[in-house]
């Protein structure tokens, strides 16, 4: 199924303002521990799968006009506006699904990311990308240790070294200043950074940021670059990622050709918490940005993987601004009551769409081209963490979980799949509806409030009729709407806003994965295709060095990879 981020839907009541909807009036079954050990099993889980039979009969244009409805299901906190009256639920809806982030235990998994409990069982790690956006005078502990100081340590590094390279005292090996930095990552080193990056910019770039090993992507990056200005940045966590090391290696090699061994450390700087391997890779300890286990890969905007870029090229005050929108929304996520948690609301809205109404498929739809990289980075966020077929605890799921993200920017989309969520797709749910209002956004903002009720009221036939459309036309041109969307309104878009947004999307997908029971915080499901590329790797290795057959492959890939290696030879 597919859902907007904002509206989709069945009909089944006639809902009159004021009057009662009959799925609602299901009484509320006190909630227990599940026997199996998965959520499906408690009560609260089952009191919704009751309730989503009802839900199908409803249709959106009878719940919108119950505007009491409505008004309960708009959410303000800090400037940002949270509308989710477009979904296909009744506030009957809601009681259930808080009963149900009171069984899965929310509040105190929450609590015990921000106390540092190591939650990512599978790899025994924190779960602490928040401390990375704490206030200098905040404590945050993790495994007996502060973990503040040591974030505004990096932070303060961050600020001197984007601060010289800025004001071009720092300078490259020859005594040129330095004009442009290239930085090497992929995954969250790449898609958090790049999202940010692009939504904050205003037109002059210093920094590039470069993911893929296709060389064609090195060749454009280099593209009227000089070694001699130039500053590369390598973000990799782990420092083994194979595309990341080979790109690394052929910066490494590009710039020693004219600065010489002896320049890296003015040319090449790391973003690691892998300082070791930085270290055995030729660059000075001096020019690396540590971060921390506790920060997963796409969790990991916040630390010098996203700020060191946004540092050298929109200053560290955008920055600070950046992370203070980033805690604000931390705190509320910390400490406001389950029914007015805005991230507790949107994991609950995705929880209902993809488990209970068979909705998995969620379209993101920023009307702002500034957040054109919004939906790539959730895409990475939302589907490696919670893309997991097992619980915390290694039982498979007899349930849905996990949400497909697609987006592109509003009016983009509008031009391009809209038609098939308004005519054919019940699947996808709620496209996020993501917004901006300044004034020569009007355009936009037209389209920005259109769209949400075109999903959600589609037109009849008698309505078409009525337009005078001919009779062989009226099947084209109706729509049984019903589609499900929320909307997001930011104040403006800045780097607070920014830091806030990025917020919100992150701790809406942990909620996700509290209640869903799984663990948002590893991805096994990579590291298996990881580890299965080393080994053909070593095969084709073998092949072109040593002549040897390829063997331990099943025919396809045997043929494949013959047929690849024998076209290079040709
Ligand atoms: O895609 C898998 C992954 O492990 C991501 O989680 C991570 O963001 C990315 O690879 C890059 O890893 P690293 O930062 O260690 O190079």
């Excluded at 506006?81 to 899965?104: G, I, M, N, P």
């Excluded at 404590?139 to 590094?157: A, Q, R």
Aim: net charge neutral; glycine share 8%.
């Amino acid at each position: 199924m597919f859902r907007k981020e904002g509206l989709t839907l069945y009909s089944l009541l006639q809902v009159k303002s004021g009057g009662n909807i009959h799925a609602c009036m299901q009484a509320c079954r006190p909630c227990s521990s599940p026997a199996t050990g998965l959520i499906s099993s408690s009560i609260a889980w089952r009191n919704l799968r009751e309730h989503v039979d009802g839900i199908f009969d409803l249709h959106l244009k009878d719940l919108l006009q119950d505007e009491r409805r409505c008004r309960d299901m708009i959410k303000e906190y800090d400037g940002i506006v949270l509308d989710y009256s477009r979904q296909r639920a009744t506030s009957c809806t809601f009681k259930f699904l808080l009963a149900l982030a009171k069984e899965a235990g929310v509040k105190e998994k929450i609590d015990m990311m921000f106390e540092g409990k190591h939650i990512n069982k599978t790899e025994d790690r924190a779960v602490l990308h928040v401390a990375l956006r704490a206030p200098r005078t905040e404590k945050i502990v993790c495994d007996g240790k502060n973990v503040v100081p040591d974030v505004w340590d990096v932070l303060d590094k961050i600020k001197c070294f984007s601060e010289r390279v800025r004001s071009g005292s720092w300078v490259g090996q020859t005594g040129k200043v330095l004009k442009d930095v290239v930085a090497i990552g992929i995954g969250g080193s790449y898609l958090g950074p790049l999202f940010a990056y692009t939504a904050l910019q205003t037109g002059a770039e210093l920094v590039q940021l470069l993911a893929n090993v296709d060389p064609i992507d090195v060749a454009i990056a280099l593209n009227g670059l000089c070694p001699e200005t130039t500053l590369v940045v390598i973000v990799s966590k782990t420092f083994t990622t194979q595309e990341t090391m080979l790109n690394a290696k052929t910066m490494r090699t590009w710039l020693i050709a004219s600065v010489g061994k002896e320049g890296i450390a003015k040319h090449m700087v790391a973003v690691s918490t892998n300082l070791k391997l930085v270290k055995e890779f030729g660059l000075d300890p001096d020019n690396a940005f540590a971060f921390w286990d506790w920060v997963g890969g796409r969790y990991s905007v916040c630390s010098a993987v996203g700020l060191l870029p946004l540092a050298i090229q929109y200053g560290f005050n955008k920055v600070n601004q950046f992370l203070e929108g980033a805690w604000s929304i931390d705190s509320h996520f910390r400490c406001a009551p389950l029914e007015d948690n805005i991230p507790v609301i949107l994991g609950l809205i995705s929880i209902w769409n993809v488990s209970f109404l068979r909705c998995p498929a969620r379209a993101i739809l920023p009307y702002s081209q500034a957040l054109q990289k919004l939906a790539p980075h959730i895409q990475q966020v939302s589907m490696e963490s919670n893309g997991k077929g097992v619980s915390m605890d290694g039982r498979p799921l007899d349930f849905h979980a996990g949400e497909i993200d697609f987006g592109e920017p509003g009016t983009n989309g509008q031009h391009s799949f809209y038609q098939l969520i308004h005519q054919v797709i019940t699947a996808v749910y709620s496209p996020t509806h993501v917004c901006e209002p300044i004034s020569n956004h009007d355009e936009l903002m037209c389209n920005f409030f259109a769209q949400p009720d075109a999903l959600a009221y589609g037109k009849t036939w008698e309505q078409a009729k009525a337009e005078g459309i001919s009779d062989d036309l009226i099947p084209h041109k109706i729509f049984t709407g019903n589609r499900p969307s929320l909307n997001i309104l930011l104040p403006t878009l800045d780097a607070y806003t920014l830091g806030q947004l990025l917020a919100l999307y992150e701790h809406r997908v942990v909620v996700q994965g509290f209640i869903w029971g799984i663990n948002s915080f590893d991805q096994w499901g990579v590291e298996l295709g990881k580890s299965l590329a080393g080994k053909v790797r070593l095969s084709m290795n073998s092949v072109r060095m040593k002549g040897e057959e390829l063997k331990g492959y099943n025919y396809s890939t045997t043929y494949l990879l013959n047929r690849y290696l024998k076209g290079k030879t040709l």
